[in-house]
């Protein structure tokens, strides 16, 4: 699956009084039309892309749909199959923010409610980045609720992964054979002297925390104590731990240049740049949850040179050939986002308008030479990487096939099984 992404964030920033509204400052919400058609002009199928939260929920069981039933309408008509991020760093102003502990129930309900309405999206990223999410929120003080601490971290992320947990349960009683695909950022932290060694173990242990409650992994004995210390329960870590959805799910993991961290002996760390890389890591969280793979995130800015875009394609693309013939089932690849985004040069604290040159076209639509690339790239191993072995093909339904009698009778089967998954745990 080669896909592409179409920037939705809308995290609130200074207090609250700021919300940075991507889809706006990118001009989707105008070019919307162009911006799909950009799709066809690279071969691309497959589109990460969601409704924007705060204006479609809009009170508890409350939607807005107009812009959804605009935008996936015509992703229907022209048979794309899209990848929905139905949160993404943010949540409607009548929410609050990541500590309010009915924002899983809200969640859930929502995308039961999507799922309704547009039975024939099959993928789902229900909480983009969960790890992020919290720890930009709730622990950098950067977004949203703005927190500092370990506990309203933690607060923030038992009620992400179990907003993310619950919508996956409600997706399911509509689309039995839906698939999620968790786009969740793959981190790794270096000690950089011998003092730094035990708080970067911390931070490698810490790193797991949303996908081992996700997909009911038990956590390190050192981070159940963090958890327990920190204000969740042993009710909700069983809550956790009882979740059985993991075989419904593809690992996907995000890969940039700053996903790699130099620790101080003070346990501060900062980015070191691409050390280990994208195959490396991968396979540290490959041998843990043991599911296929997609590299659901990647990008770099287009620098004087005007090649350094490319290169880093080809340097992310060489690493997932690579897991994968290390034998790591992979199953996609995606150069996040289709356009240029705003202001991540600040981590969208700042509302500057400074446009981050990372897309494959930039803000008038013009494709950049990372999207000429891109598109030859698509060209060249669409056919060769299925005939490698068709057990790696993800079983996707194209929405132009979603009636066709093989497709239902398979939808029934899949409801069947999850009947009895329901009733198993019950």
């Not at 001009?27 to 071969?43: I, Q, S, V």
């Not at 969601?50 to 107009?66: N, V």
């Not at 708080?199 to 104590?225: C, K, Q, T, W």
Request: net charge negative; aromatic share 12%.
């Amino acid at each position: 699956m080669f896909a592409t992404g179409i920037e939705n964030s809308i995290p609130k920033i200074k207090g609250g009084t700021i919300r940075v509204d991507q889809m706006e400052s990118c001009g989707h919400y105008r070019h919307w039309r162009t911006d799909f058609d950009l799709l066809d002009e690279l071969g691309i199928h497959f589109l990460r892309y969601g409704p924007p939260i705060h204006t479609t929920l809009i009170g508890p069981e409350r939607y807005d749909w107009e812009f959804a039933d605009l935008t996936f309408g015509e992703l229907f008509r022209r048979n794309v199959v899209p990848i929905v991020d139905l949160c993404h760093f943010g949540v409607p102003d009548w929410i609050g923010d990541f500590q309010n502990p009915d924002f899983a129930e809200h969640l859930g309900k929502y995308a039961g409610a999507f799922a309704r309405r547009f039975p024939w999206v099959q993928l789902y990223t229900p909480v983009n980045e969960m790890f992020i999410c919290a720890q930009f929120s709730a622990k950098f003080g950067w977004w949203n609720e703005e927190g500092t601490t370990d506990r309203t971290f933690v607060n923030a992320l038992k009620n992400i992964v179990k907003a993310n947990v619950e919508a996956m349960k409600a997706i399911l009683e509509v689309r039995p054979d839906a698939i999620f695909i968790q786009s969740e950022s793959s981190e790794y932290f270096h000690a950089e002297i011998p003092a730094a060694i035990k708080p970067a173990e911390i931070e490698n242990s810490r790193r797991f925390l949303s996908l081992d409650l996700n997909y009911g992994h038990r956590v390190d004995s050192e981070m159940y104590e963090y958890l327990m210390d920190n204000g969740m329960t042993r009710e909700e870590y069983h809550y956790f731990l009882s979740n059985r959805l993991r075989h419904h799910c593809i690992l996907g993991n995000d890969y940039y240049w700053t996903n790699e961290h130099r620790v101080s002996a003070d346990g501060s760390h900062r980015a070191s740049g691409e050390i280990f890389g994208y195959s490396e890591i991968t396979r540290q969280y490959h041998a843990r949850y043991r599911l296929p793979v997609m590299h659901t995130e990647t990008n770099i800015v287009e620098g004087p040179n005007g090649d350094e875009a490319v290169n880093w394609l080809w340097k992310q693309w060489a690493n997932v050939l690579r897991v994968r013939n290390d034998g790591v089932p992979t199953v996609g690849f995606t150069w996040y986002s289709l356009t240029d985004q705003t202001d991540w040069d600040s981590a969208l604290r700042e509302p500057n308008g400074n446009i981050h040159p990372v897309g494959l076209y930039d803000m008038n639509r013009n494709v950049r030479p990372v999207g000429r690339c891109y598109k030859q790239l698509i060209a060249d191993w669409r056919d060769v990487l299925p005939a490698e072995s068709i057990c790696l093909t993800v079983p996707v339904v194209p929405p132009a096939e979603m009636q066709e009698p093989t497709i239902r009778r398979l939808q029934a089967e899949a409801r069947q099984l999850r009947f009895h998954e329901v009733a198993s745990q019950s």
